[in-house]
T-cell receptor, first 111, second 115 residues
């Protein structure tokens, strides 16, 4: 069964304290892995799409990496405005084209 | 780029009335749009997949007669909650997928409160 597991469930960091969020997946053929950021009361904001193992993408303080079993979202020197829930989703190679979602990591960055 | 809007952002209605939510892709065309529902502290739950010019595909357990979806153009999909009841109160979010892309871009969401 296709599944996405995110860890940790919640993470509290001090401003400037770098860390990584994990997204482990089992899927019958990966078509894409997606990272989103969601603020309370808002829709998810797109961050990255990764398609194949070894791929990396960066945007400001965020860097996403992908292996055959998991993806990491590395946050370098986070700021309080990086506080949000980070969601990971995968798209399998089947015909239904539906995203399979993790439950998210709630990140709080203290000043 | 890849901006999706939703209207209204929040709505309060009386039980038994119908509510329409619009989802628009502002700077791209989307043959496929998706409607999700999200409960507090939970992840997104897909309700239906909407393809331009054809009937929507509903997920198991979602009443298609209650949640009417219309995808009349490549930039607009609507969700109508018919005869709304308090249990329909939730956060509804749409997404749109550009042509020849796998990424879904999400709208800001609509909070519905049924009294």
């Amino acid at each position: 069964e296709d599944q996405v597991t995110q860890s940790p469930e919640a993470l509290r960091l001090q401003e400037g304290e770098s860390s990584s969020l994990n997204c482990s997946y089992t899927v019958s053929g990966l078509r894409g892995l997606f990272w989103y950021r969601q603020d309370p009361g808002k829709g998810p904001e797109f961050l990255f799409t990764l398609y194949s193992a070894g791929e990396e993408k960066e945007k400001e303080r965020l860097k996403a990496t992908l292996t055959k079993k998991e993806s990491f979202l590395h946050i370098t020197a986070p700021k309080p405005e990086d506080s949000a829930t980070y969601l990971c989703a995968v798209l399998n190679a089947g015909n239904n084209r539906k995203l399979i979602w993790g439950l998210g990591t709630s990140l709080a960055v203290n000043p | 780029g890849a901006v999706v809007s939703q209207h209204p952002s929040w709505v309060i209605c009386k039980s038994g009335t119908s509510v329409k939510i619009e989802c628009r892709s502002l700077d791209f065309q989307a043959t496929t749009m998706f409607w999700y529902r999200q409960f507090p502290k939970q992840s997104l739950m897909l309700m239906a997949t909407s393809n331009e010019g054809s009937k929507a595909t509903y997920e198991q357990g979602v009443e298609k007669d209650k949640f009417l979806i219309n995808h009349a153009s490549l930039t607009l999909s609507t969700l109508t909650v018919t005869s709304a009841h308090p249990e329909d109160s939730s956060f509804y979010i749409c997404s749109a997928r550009p042509l020849a892309e796998e990424t879904q871009y999400f709208g800001p969401g609509t909070r519905l409160l049924v009294l």
